[in-house]
T-cell receptor, first 112, second 115 residues
Framework: EPEVTQTPSHQVTQMGQEVILRCVPI?????FYWYRQILGQKVEFLVS????????KSEIFDDQFSVERPDGSNFTLKIRSTKLEDSAMYFC??????????FGSGTQLSVL | AQSVAQPEDQVNVAEGNPLTVKCTYS??????LFWYVQYPNRGLQFLLK??????LVKGSYGFEAEFNKSQTSFHLKKPSALVSDSALYFC?????????????FGKGTKLSVKP
């Protein structure tokens, strides 16, 4: 079965630094998402992306966050100036137009 | 406010016995409901969804879920559990008026199936 791949699996950064989390969605999918899960808490929606623009974002997705699909295959999440509370597992997901999401294995982001 | 509740942190079942993982929801309008499973070091995997139609939905790996509108529940079931079903199970509901993929997840229920 096709998979969503995320790199790196672990990312450690200093507070205030910029990080870019990378994802390769399934090739024929049109909808792309980022979710996060802070340790011990629920999986939370961050943003959805369709037709090269953000279709929806949550309150968590403030000006420090941005997403991009720089080429035909990658989908990235950038955090401009990381904070301690950004430490979480970040999941990328993609879907066709059928409500079925395929998730990557996640990137564990640790902000020190 | 829209929400999903999974009242059990953990469910323990003997292999071969039926299993139920509970989920209740609170959402405006008609709910779009989902179950996802997470195995260790893997992303969430889609199991099944309810959008409309028959209240009993069949999904992957022999799982099924029953939508009960009056009880606002969407419990996950399987007639005969396997050890390999041991994993973390998440119930989710699509945000009313939100785009595809804008889901609210429950906190997850750890299913442990013992031989």
């Amino acid at each position: 079965e096709p998979e969503v791949t995320q790199t790196p699996s672990h990312q450690v950064t200093q507070m205030g630094q910029e990080v870019i989390l990378r994802c390769v969605p399934i090739s024929n999918h049109l909808y792309f998402y980022w979710y996060r899960q802070i340790l011990g808490q629920k999986v939370e929606f961050l943003v959805s992306f369709y037709n090269n623009e953000i279709s929806e974002k949550s309150e968590i997705f403030d000006d420090q966050f941005s997403v991009e699909r720089p080429d035909g295959s990658n989908f990235t999440l950038k955090i401009r100036s990381t904070k301690l509370e950004d430490s979480a597992m970040y999941f990328c997901a993609s879907s066709a137009n059928n409500e079925k999401l395929f998730f990557g294995s996640g990137t564990q982001l640790s902000v020190l | 406010a829209q929400s999903v509740a999974q009242p059990e942190d953990q469910v323990n079942v003997a292999e071969g016995n039926p299993l139920t993982v509970k989920c209740t929801y609170s959402v405006s309008g008609n709910p779009y409901l989902f179950w996802y499973v997470q195995y260790p070091n893997r992303g969430l995997q889609f199991l099944l969804k309810y959008i409309t139609g028959d209240n009993l939905v069949k999904g992957s790996y022999g799982f099924e879920a029953e939508f009960n509108k009056s009880q606002t529940s969407f419990h996950l079931k399987k007639p005969s559990a396997l050890v390999s079903d041991s994993a973390l199970y998440f119930c989710a509901v699509r945000v009313y008026g939100g785009s595809q993929g804008n889901l609210i997840f429950g906190k997850g229920t750890k299913l442990s199936v013992k031989p």
